[in-house]
């Protein structure tokens, strides 16, 4: 196949590809103004990827050729398949490669905007090496000023060991830590590559011997639901149930959702806290442990 129908067909296999993804999974709007085409638009699919609309335009045109990394970052964007994947890097001649080093993870608007109106919800968003990346008001309210916690400490199985709020937040924090140590184990597989994964498990074993004691049990986990009881300073006993739910953009990000039992005491006492962050108190600020 000569190297311009190769091309030809690499952009026209990413547009089908686009266009077969429902955008309302991905956090973008639906509704209102009509969407003149299916599935995502080229500017959606390009920020996702973190390129410009106008290179990967030109990859989908055939008039560019796409490197490696972008190529993978366009293929997890676009949620491909092992097979596709791979006919993705053979119509670009390319040698498909391990998972790359993981770039930056920023909350792209529209899922930040999502958060923002989520006035009655807490919520935040992991990243890989459980990074907190993004979050509400009343996610800050309910765990901790995220906003005030130093950004290299700014991880929540940094936050679950060196911030005695944060560790005494959750009643039953031992079973709390050892899931986010399981899921730190998970990622460590997926990026082995990554150095600040590596330096995170550095500081975390320099510190915390409890830390070393369930890294070297290898158990492995991926992210899940469940319920739990916290001890929160401004209102008390919450027993909440939280959920986690992947972002379409960045399957590595994921969203953590709490939420009260209708009717319940707890119910009370989160829509107390969200009254709390309206009237412009400020979250809760759990001492660091340096």
Avoid at 148 to 165: Q, S
Avoid at 184 to 189: E, G, H
Wanted: glycine fraction near 6%.
């Amino acid at each position: 196949m000569a190297t311009d129908v190769r091309a030809r067909e690499l952009g026209a296999f990413l547009r089908a590809r686009r266009a077969a993804l429902n955008p309302a999974t991905f956090g973008v709007p639906v509704s209102g103004a009509a969407r003149r085409v299916p599935g995502l638009r080229r500017r959606e699919v390009a920020e996702a990827a973190a390129i410009s609309v106008e290179y990967y335009t030109r990859i989908e045109q055939g008039r560019m050729a796409a490197s490696g990394p972008v190529l993978a970052d366009l293929a997890r964007v676009l949620r491909l398949t092992d097979a596709h994947r791979a006919y993705l890097f053979d119509l670009a001649g390319k040698v498909e490669p391990t998972l790359p080093h993981p770039r930056r993870q920023v909350v792209q608007a529209p899922l930040q905007r999502a958060l923002d109106d989520l006035a009655t919800t807490p919520a935040f968003v992991l990243g890989r090496r459980t990074d907190v990346i993004g979050w509400n008001r009343l996610g800050a309210a309910l765990i901790t000023d995220f906003a005030a916690v130093p950004e290299d400490e700014r991880t929540f199985i940094w936050l679950l060991f060196a911030h005695p709020g944060v560790r005494s937040l959750y009643a039953d924090w031992q079973d709390v830590v050892e899931l986010a140590v399981a899921q730190l184990r998970r990622d460590s597989a997926r990026y082995p590559d990554d150095p600040e994964l590596a330096r995170l498990v550095e500081r975390l074993s320099a510190q915390f011997p409890e830390f070393i004691e369930m890294w070297t049990v290898h158990e492995v986990a991926g992210r899940g639901t469940g319920r739990k009881t916290l001890h929160h300073p401004l209102v008390g006993e919450l027993v909440l149930d939280w959920e986690i739910l992947a972002s379409a953009l960045d399957p590595d990000q994921q969203i953590v959702l709490w939420t009260a039992e209708a009717g319940s005491e707890s119910a009370s006492r989160l829509r107390r806290l969200a009254d709390s962050t309206r009237a412009g108190c400020s979250a809760p600020e759990h001492p660091a442990t340096r």
